[in-house]
């Protein structure tokens, strides 16, 4: 195998370890959701079971029940790059290096040395 393709090859292979790891962050990401979707639809089934139908809701507890079972977007991990705004898990291509927006606000980058 000459360098040329020892070179190509080495390139898809990284290429194909980034698909992989863009898709299992997705993934993730997505189990996260289905997850707190789940633990929410248990408090609220709980809620359900509690509630005395014979009472009367006003707004304020309407208001208050969805404050509890309805996340805010402030709940979310966000990153800025660029003047947009990325969630957790969301991936960014600054002209040389791949970066993921992580915990914390926190932009997590691969460290490729740049010609610009």
């Not at 370890?17 to 089934?45: K, T």
Request: glycine share 6%.
């Amino acid at each position: 195998m000459n360098k040329q393709t020892h070179v190509a090859a080495v390139a898809l292979l990284v290429l194909v370890a980034l698909v992989i790891g863009w898709f299992a962050g997705r993934w993730y990401l997505g189990y996260q959701i289905e997850r707190e979707a789940d633990q929410l639809m248990e408090q609220f089934g709980d809620f359900i079971e509690d509630f005395d139908d014979s009472e009367i809701i006003d707004t304020s507890d309407l208001d208050a029940l969805n404050q509890q079972f309805i996340p805010s977007l402030s709940d979310f991990t966000t990153c800025e790059a660029d003047g947009e705004t990325y969630y957790e898990g969301d991936e960014y291509f600054d002209g040389c290096n791949w970066c993921s927006c992580n915990v914390g606000s926190e932009w997590i980058c691969t460290e490729k040395a740049c010609d610009f």
